[in-house]
């Protein structure tokens, strides 16, 4: 598996946890891993849409992709297409982000890949320091 790192150093200082974050992009991570396999490409990009007050995370694969009927039912508790899988992790994932007053958004074709794409808000006070 190979992976490519695209990250602005724009970025201002954001309030977030950094534990419940760093558990949050770890889980996106491991679904990634395993979509692609044995071997595949995972980049990722984290960019500052200063315009939109915006900072962005994006976790993009080359894997199988989803499902167009199971695209709206991946952050669902107890959802999943893995048959050890549980369905937790992007349920967990989704909670985390809705708690940092972020959005989550996912962009899947089945076939060509995912993108999970979280975007954290950018306030006032973040931008000045």
Known sequence: ISFYLNLDNTIPKLFIDKTLIRQALTNILQNSIDAVGSSGNIYVKSEYIKDRRIASVSIKDDGQGIEAENLEKIFDPTFS???SGTGL???IVEKIVLEHNARIFCFSEKGAGAEIVIEFP???EE???
């Open 122 to 124: 950018v306030l006032e």
């Open 89 to 91: 992790g992007l349920a």
């Open 127 to 129: 931008m000045s320091g």
């Open 81 to 83: 297409t893995k048959e």
